[in-house]
């Protein structure tokens, strides 16, 4: 049961509502970490645009879905691992890729995200130049820890609030 319940679209206010009919539309349907967003209106706005601007870094879906799978997994975050199953499977990874990939071990950047997280970012030399000679430049080891802050950002809220899953149930 979750510890800070969901704003349903109905209830949100004047604020919100745009942003939260905004996701929807472009989701499909109204996730549940949105709605529990939504009680901090400022964070909601802000997270959905640093979303939007990740989005147009140079990292492939498929690169960003490990990403996000690695760093939630490292963060225990069942919510977004669940979320990101769903979105890696529709970006063309396999089961087992994104099982690979929550391992840290699908590619060089689910390596470089699993080590962001576990080390909050005190990279090692080695890990920094294991990342290079992957093909990582370091524009894209920029790219590669912003995108884990703000996966981290949605990991917290949703193991301190216990949001309600609403995607499709996962392996573990």
């Known amino acids: 049961m979750s510890r800070i319940t969901a704003i349903n679209l109905e209830h949100a ?4 509502r745009p942003l939260l009919e905004g996701v929807q539309k472009k989701i499909g349907f109204l996730p549940n970490v949105f709605k529990v967003l939504a009680h ?3 964070v909601l706005a802000s997270y959905l645009q ?22 939630s997994q490292v963060n225990g ?7 990101h199953t769903l979105f890696a499977g529709k970006a063309g990874l396999s ?3 994104i099982l690979s990939a929550r391992q840290g071990e699908l590619n060089a950047y689910a390596t470089l995200a699993r080590q ?12 920094i130049a294991a990342a290079r000679a992957a093909g990582i430049d370091d524009g894209k080891i920029i790219e590669v820890i912003a995108h884990v802050a703000s996966q981290t950002l949605t990991n ?9 899953i609403d995607f499709p149930a996962i392996e573990a």
Do not use: I, M, W
């Open 13 to 16: 206010t004047d604020t919100t």
């Open 40 to 42: 901090a209106p400022a």
């Open 50 to 71: 640093n979303s939007a601007a990740l989005g147009k870094t140079s990292l492939s879906a498929t690169e960003k879905e490990a990403v996000f799978l690695a760093t």
């Open 77 to 83: 975050c069942d919510y977004c691992l669940a979320a």
């Open 95 to 97: 089961g087992q890729d």
């Open 116 to 127: 962001v997280t576990e080390s909050r970012g005190h990279l090692t030399v080695d890990q």
């Open 156 to 164: 917290y809220l949703n193991n301190a609030a216990l949001t309600d």
